[in-house]
């Protein structure tokens, strides 16, 4: 009997270092796939630097630190990508998730670092820097509203990119050129979303965010022109399936909805690249189906602490990559 005893001790001593190698051997990895993001940031490979801050966010999930780093590094990624955008919508938004992501890494810092000259002093003078970019670009927007609203239609018949944020809107401003391409209507007071807005067909930028939008009508497959779609910080609950015929979509922002599900139609989102979902109440499981299916895309979620069954759908969802 002693002798049983001691071969399960063996056993069991073989199987929990077997399981710590593996654990030492997921998290290095986890390592240096943050580090190779950082690598590919700074070659300008931004798709596959976000895709290996994602990997390696995964794999180091339970060190504060490792953690941190990673949404620092994401966080040079998005300011990287927001200085290349002419448009200042677009920057503005590849800066304000940059914002964002250095005060998560930040707040970590701060909690778990006692040296007085560590990291957090350093990503404060840049968030500094990076707030003050923002505000110079709502300042520049914020002019070209005036401007826009003191003229009359002849003035703008030629303006392909206007922008209507915080006017207090509720209904779409009269006059709106339809060939206009780009077009901002950020904080403001839409119920629902903006009839009339489809029979713009050149649309390719439209940024919503930030109103009282409870759903998206079958009439968005109008839109076929659409690359960029905001609609963070509404009150969405449901999407239509209409949305799957927006094929040349590159970034759809949902994030801070009400969303419970998704539309099956979104798979056919193929040229998809950016797909916000943070701060909804979607389930992983329906969140995985999204990954497999639009493989090229890099999916935003918040940290989920994951269940086995979870960790190794990730683990069969990464083996596909």
Request: charged residues 25%.
């Amino acid at each position: 009997m002693k002798t049983i005893f001691t071969a399960i001790f063996i056993l069991l001593m073989i199987f929990n270092q077997e399981y710590l190698f593996s654990q030492r051997n997921s998290f290095e990895l986890g390592i240096r796939f943050i580090k190779l993001s950082n690598s590919y940031r700074e070659a300008g490979y931004y798709d596959k630097a976000i895709e290996y801050i994602e990997k390696g966010k995964i794999l180091v999930g339970n060190s504060d630190y490792w953690l941190a780093v990673a949404k620092e590094y994401y966080g040079y990624i998005m300011r990287d990508i927001g200085r290349s955008k002419n448009d200042l919508n677009e920057k503005k938004l590849f800066y304000q998730n940059a914002i964002d992501s250095f005060n998560e890494a930040l707040a970590i810092y701060k909690r778990i670092i006692f040296q007085p000259d560590g990291s957090p002093i350093p990503i404060e003078a840049l968030l500094r820097s990076m707030n003050e970019l923002v505000d110079e670009i709502e300042g520049n927007k914020l002019l070209m509203a005036q401007s826009l609203n003191s003229n009359t239609y002849n003035a703008i018949a030629g303006e392909k990119s206007l922008n209507f944020d915080r006017q207090k809107l509720k209904n779409l401003p009269a006059d709106i050129p339809e060939n206009t391409k780009s077009l901002s209507l950020a904080n403001n007071r839409f119920n629902q979303f903006p009839e009339g807005i489809t029979r713009f067909k050149d649309l390719a930028y439209l940024d919503l965010s930030n109103n009282r939008i409870k759903n998206l009508p079958a009439s968005i497959s109008g839109l076929k022109e659409l690359h960029y779609l905001d609609l963070a910080n509404n009150r969405i609950a449901q999407l239509s399936p209409e949305i799957g015929k927006l094929e040349k979509l590159t970034e759809l922002n949902l994030e801070n909805n009400r969303l419970k599900d998704l539309p099956a139609t979104i798979c056919n989102l193929k040229n998809l690249k950016i797909l916000n979902l943070r701060n909804n109440k979607i389930p992983f499981e329906k969140i995985s189906n999204i990954i497999k299916c639009l493989p090229e895309c890099n999916v935003l979620i918040d940290e989920y602490i994951l269940k086995p069954r979870q960790n190794q759908e990730i683990q069969m969802l990464e083996e596909t990559q």
